[in-house]
């Protein structure tokens, strides 16, 4: 198989490079890699190894690497899927033979916020930033029963499966690691899910099947037949050779403008509608430009009808200005906006990657947060829980009052920039 050159933070680890698991140099890429992201004494999570196979083989990919460390060192990662808030309900009316278009209509109410349903405790009474929603209210108060029950089926595990391609590797047995269960097809897998396992000090290694992979590796061999290329000896050599990074021109300006002009019919993460629509909008001519597209497209608005993020950074990418005059909007002083340029720059004032959410947080002026806190933020966004988000943000702003620190400057990286990712954030 055609392994891609690397994707999620192990691409900017320097000894995955040497160990010829990844193909990226970070030490010749011009995007700032930080020795904290992954060695720091208060960091007590493990990287995640994400490797791009071609889709075709990945299950093969998977038996090989059984038979090369062990069967009893090697496992696929269970999946665990709870019951939210709308599931929850459903499943409490299913059982308490509330008719179906009732339950459908209560259970409908559930607002979403940044795609993530809200609890029913909530929904029900409301919190700081949310008012109860009254119709969920009255509709719930008046089906007592359904109200109770709801409570306690939401966050019950309701299934198992088995992750597509997250593997667990050990040079020990996994039984004295972790705990393991057969599928109902009879392949063993972990009982803990992947952050249990990374809790555990267990390393994951993402083996993730990308059709594009498939379709280089029978160009390669169309290339081959018609004495195109010459066969290096070995796949890895001749892909290298022909297609590896660091023998293509990334600066060539009719790749981006063939790219801008979507004449590369399958670029990859940017074939669906959302990065086509990306991709007119902004007309990348750099990696940097593209890897930020990536990542904001992924990002929400952070209110109905509001700009999305991809439509503000096409906005400061345009014209850099822009964001300029918006910090002085919300009263930044000229030290505080050379602050925010020193960090955003790169991505025109969009906070879309994690390592900025831990570098806005850790500066002094911000916050000056540790970097064991800073990671926890990191982890809230990645793993999509508002409940940890939530709280952190309340020592976020405790800190900015015990710390006498700027009120404009704070707010505006809390609720501008570090919002912007509440719902989903990409590692750089």
């Not at 108060?141 to 391609?165: F, M, N």
């Not at 061999?221 to 660091?246: A, H």
Request: net charge negative; aromatic share 10%.
């Amino acid at each position: 198989s055609i392994v891609a050159p690397s994707r999620g933070s192990g691409g900017g680890f320097c000894l995955l490079y040497l160990l010829d698991i990844i193909q990226l140099d970070p030490l010749r890429e011009n995007t700032k890699m930080y020795p904290w992201r992954f060695l720091n004494p208060e960091r007590v999570s493990v990287l995640d190894i994400d490797t791009d196979v071609e889709a075709a083989k990945r299950e093969s990919i998977i038996r090989k690497i059984k038979e090369t460390y062990g069967y009893d060192k090697v496992s696929k990662v269970c999946t665990l899927q709870t019951e939210k808030s709308r599931s929850a309900i459903l499943t409490a009316a299913r059982a308490l033979d509330i008719d179906n278009d009732t339950a459908s209509y209560i259970a409908s109410l559930v607002v979403f916020d940044r795609g993530q349903p809200r609890d029913l405790h909530t929904m029900y009474y409301g919190n700081e930033d949310y008012a109860p929603v009254f119709e969920f209210v009255r509709e719930m108060d008046a089906r007592p029963e359904l109200w109770e029950v709801s409570q306690k089926i939401e966050g019950l595990i309701s299934g198992i499966g088995s992750h597509a391609g997250g593997v667990i590797i050990d040079d020990k047995p996994l039984t004295e690691s972790t705990a393991l269960m057969r599928t109902n097809s009879g392949d063993i897998i972990t009982q803990f899910n992947l952050h249990d396992c990374e809790d555990a000090g267990l390393i994951k290694i993402d083996l993730l099947a990308t059709d594009a992979l498939n379709f280089i590796h029978a160009t390669l061999n169309l290339l081959l037949k018609d004495n195109e290329i010459e066969w290096q000896g070995s796949l890895k050599k001749t892909y290298d050779k022909y297609l590896g990074i660091y023998n293509i021109d990334r600066t060539a300006p009719k790749m981006w403008d063939m790219i801008a002009d979507h004449k590369v019919i399958n670029l990859f993460q940017m074939e669906a509608q959302s990065g086509r629509q990306a991709l007119a909008l902004v007309k990348p001519h750099s990696v940097d430009d593209l890897a930020t597209i990536n990542s904001v497209i992924r990002l929400m608005a952070q209110e109905k009808g509001a700009e999305t993020p991809l439509e503000k950074y096409a906005r400061f990418h345009d014209n850099i200005q822009l964001w300029y005059d918006e910090m002085t909007e919300y009263g930044l002083t000229d030290e505080e906006q050379n602050i925010l340029k020193d960090i955003l720059g790169i991505s025109c004032g969009i906070c879309e990657a994690q390592e900025y959410l831990i570098l806005l947080t850790m500066h002094p002026k911000i916050g000056g947060f540790s970097l064991k806190w800073a990671d926890q933020l990191r982890k809230a966004v990645a793993k999509k829980s508002p409940k940890d988000f939530d709280k952190l943000e309340k020592e976020f702003f405790q800190n900015m009052k015990d710390k006498n620190l700027s009120e404009n400057l704070c707010k505006y990286v809390w609720y501008v920039l570090i919002y912007t990712q509440r719902g989903y954030g990409l590692d750089q």
